[in-house]
Structure formats: structure tokens, C-alpha cells
């Protein structure tokens, strides 16, 4: 379980996040709110890529800022932007790098890299260069190499954004699928439907917290509202 108290992210004199408490038990949990309301600060809490200015975030008991290093092994992070997370020239490099760091033997990271590789079609840019790949070739490659570590958690940033219709679809599906608990920061209210909870945010407040069949009227009602100049 993640669990979220009293937590709050300043950057200087701009608050990206007011205080919020709230504990992260669902497989399934979406993250919206217009652009610069604080949904990637909110998602980078979760993993201790940003730490709390107030309050505490805690991942199985564990805290982001005390327990960094442990926190980071058990919720992965798939990045708005796939060139951010791409280190290795190769495919297969790059998604074998985590658990070559892990100093796995080299046998188990085989085996793992072409179950990943199979799972995701991906077995035909396997000895592609990474950073010649499409968008959604790069988005799949960011998502394969988080997955491949099997964290307990998954934390996704847009992971759609760049994507056309038939990769949305596929890395709807391979989240669908996921067995782990996933927190997934979408503009895409059709992909977020059957989520179980879903989070607004609007100007670094929650603002609504429930299930799609509220929240996602709500956060309509939301930007409609905001477009008239309400
Ligand atoms: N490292 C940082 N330093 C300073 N300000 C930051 C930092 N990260 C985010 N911010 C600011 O915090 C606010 C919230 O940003 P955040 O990236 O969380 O928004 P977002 O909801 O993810 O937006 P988008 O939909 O555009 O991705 C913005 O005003 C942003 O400029
Ligand atoms: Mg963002």
C-alpha cells in the first residue's frame, strides 16, 4: 500500500501540491487535471523522485525520503517522455541495464529480457538502436525496461500521449494486464473508465477522489467550467 500524510511540494515560492493524505490500495488508479495542476509532482512523490516539503510518503511502510533506494526497487516509473529514460544504444541493452545493476546472472537476465521482449512484440527490435525507434517504439521500450525489474508498483506519466491509435490500444492492453498495482496519469478519459479510483486535480489541489462514474463527469464539469471563464 502507498500512503500519502500530510504531504505537500513546494518548488521555491510556486506550491505544486497542497497538503493531501490519502492511501493508494486499488490496482487500478488514474490521475487527471489540466496541465501544470500538479498530476506529475503527485506521481513522482510515489516513487521518491520528488520528496515531500511537508507530511510523508510511505510505500509498504517504507518513506521515499528516508528509504530511498529500497522505495525505488518496488515502484517503477515510466517517464512523460521516453528519451528521458533511455540509456543504452541497443534495445536489448537497454532493457537487460536494471537488472545488470541488480547483478543478476547473466542467464536469468536472458530470460527475463525475452520474456519481456516476447510479451510486448518487441522481439523484432530487439538489436535495433534505441534512440532510432518511433514514439511509440520508444514508449514501449520505456515501459518493457521498467516491467522487466517487476516492481510492486507501477507508476505511468502519459504513458499514451505520444501514441497513435493502435499503440495506445497496445499499451492499454499490456496495462490492463499488468498484476501489479499501476497509478496511471492520463488525459485519455476513454482508457481510464474501468479504472477502480481516479484522482482530479486542479491548481495543485485534489479536488475529487472516487470512482470513474463521478470523477470523470466531475473533472468535465471541471474544464468546461474553466473554458467559460467560470
Ligand atoms: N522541479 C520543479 N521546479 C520548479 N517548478 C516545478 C518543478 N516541477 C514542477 N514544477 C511546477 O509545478 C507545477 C505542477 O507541475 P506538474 O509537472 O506536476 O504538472 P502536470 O499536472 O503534470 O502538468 P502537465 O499536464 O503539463 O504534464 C507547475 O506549475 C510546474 O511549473
Ligand atoms: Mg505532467
Known amino acids: 500500500m502507498i500512503e500519502l500524510n500530510g504531504v505537500s511540494v513546494r ?17 487500478r ?8 495542476s500538479g498530476k506529475s509532482t503527485f506521481a513522482r512523490l510515489l516513487n521518491g523522485l520528488v520528496v515531500p516539503s511537508t507530511g510523508e510518503v510511505r510505500v509498504d511502510g517504507l518513506s521515499t525520503a528516508r528509504d ?12 512523460q517522455n521516453p528519451d528521458n529514460q533511455i540509456v543504452y544504444p541497443l534495445v536489448e ?7 545488470k545493476n541488480l547483478k543478476l546472472p547473466k542467464a536469468e537476465i536472458a530470460a527475463r529480457v525475452d520474456a519481456v521482449l516476447t510479451r510486448y512484440g518487441m522481439e523484432a527490435l530487439r538489436t535495433r538502436p534505441a534512440h ?11 515501459i518493457s525496461a521498467v516491467l522487466v525489474m517487476e516492481p510492486d508498483y507501477v507508476v505511468f506519466d502519459e504513458p499514451t500521449t505520444l501514441l497513435d491509435l493502435r499503440n495506445k490500444r497496445r499499451v492499454a492492453r ?15 478519459l476513454e482508457f481510464l473508465a474501468d479504472f477502480e479510483r481516479v484522482l482530479v486535480f ?20 471541471l474544464m468546461a467550467a474553466e473554458a467559460d471563464g467560470v
Do not use: W
Open 29 to 36: 488508479v488514474a490521475v487527471v487535471g489540466s496541465n501544470g
Open 68 to 79: 530511498a533506494r529500497a522505495v525505488r526497487r518496488k515502484v517503477g516509473f515510466v517517464f
Open 93 to 99: 541493452e537497454d532493457i537487460a541495464f536494471g537488472l
Open 174 to 188: 499490456a496495462i490492463a494486464g499488468l498484476p501489479q498495482t499501476a497509478v496511471v496519469v492520463s488525459h485519455d
Open 132 to 142: 532510432l525507434l518511433s514514439g511509440g517504439q520508444k514508449q514501449m521500450l520505456a
Open 202 to 221: 486542479d491548481a495543485g489541489r485534489l479536488v475529487c477522489d472516487g470512482p470513474p462514474a463521478t470523477a470523470i463527469p466531475f473533472y468535465r464539469d
Open 11 to 27: 518548488f521555491g515560492d510556486l506550491t505544486a501540491l497542497y497538503p493531501v493524505s490519502l492511501s493508494l490500495a486499488e490496482r
